[in-house]
């Protein structure tokens, strides 16, 4: 069955300091990825989306993102993590025409 | 400004107790979305709509009703709600117009149900 397994709940980084969001999808096509964050109140932001080509993906905020067939990953990075980055984050695959699959999420939190 | 409104974001009702959560686009996209959120679930969906009086139900429907007679609104119906649906929920929308079925998908700001 097509699924995405964030296997973090929480991450806690300092600020300044370097992040890394995994993602692992099941899928048996070429994935469509995405990432969202959503911030405390807020609805759903896109931060970056993967469909073809470059494997590193550049997203809004300073987020990347790496797509790695070999190990069905599409993990989230950002080199250095600023307080208003806390929020959760949500990666999701495209199953069907328009049809988004959520992962559970990781809440990331940011220590002064 | 393009976006998605939901209303109310904060509702607490009772069992039974019919209710609707409007959702309104103002961006003329043909499709739309209802999701819940609940802890360790993620999002899941409940009912979409491809444009006007075509809806389809998602993963979790049951429980739910929806309706599209405009393309800029699509409301969500729990017409005897239980405490299960406490839950929190968010109103999506995206353009059909290239037939991709890869177009980004915007949220609104979500609603906070809580059913006694």
């Known amino acids: 069955a097509q699924s995405v397994t964030q296997p973090d709940i929480h991450i806690t980084v300092s600020e300044g300091a370097s992040l890394e969001l995994r993602c692992n999808y099941s899928y048996g096509a070429t994935p469509y990825l995405f990432w969202y964050v959503q911030s405390p109140g807020q609805g759903l932001q896109l931060l970056l989306k993967y469909f073809s080509g470059d494997t590193l993906v550049q997203g809004i905020k300073g987020f990347e993102a790496e797509f790695k067939r070999s190990q069905s990953s599409f993990n989230l990075r950002k080199p250095s993590v600023h307080w208003s980055d806390a929020a959760e984050y949500f990666c999701a695959i495209l199953t069907g025409f328009q049809k988004l699959v959520f992962g559970t999420g990781t809440r990331l939190l940011v220590s002064p | 400004e393009a976006q998605v409104t939901q209303n109310p974001r904060y509702l607490i009702t009772v069992t039974g107790k019919k209710l609707t959560v409007t959702c309104s686009q103002n961006m003329n996209h043909e499709y739309m979305s209802w999701y819940r959120q609940d802890p360790g679930l993620g999002l899941r969906q409940i009912y979409y709509?491809?444009?006007?009086?075509?809806?389809d139900k998602g993963d979790v429907p049951e429980g739910y009703k929806v309706s599209r007679k405009e393309k800029r609104n699509f409301p969500l119906i729990l017409e005897s709600p239980s405490p299960n649906q406490t839950s929190l929920y968010f109103c999506?929308?995206?353009?059909?117009?290239?037939?991709?079925?890869?177009?980004?998908?915007?949220f609104g700001p979500g609603t906070r149900l809580l059913v006694l």
């Open positions: 999506a929308s995206s353009s059909l117009l290239r037939g991709s079925g890869r177009e980004t998908q915007y």
């Open positions: 709509s491809m444009n006007v009086e075509v809806t």
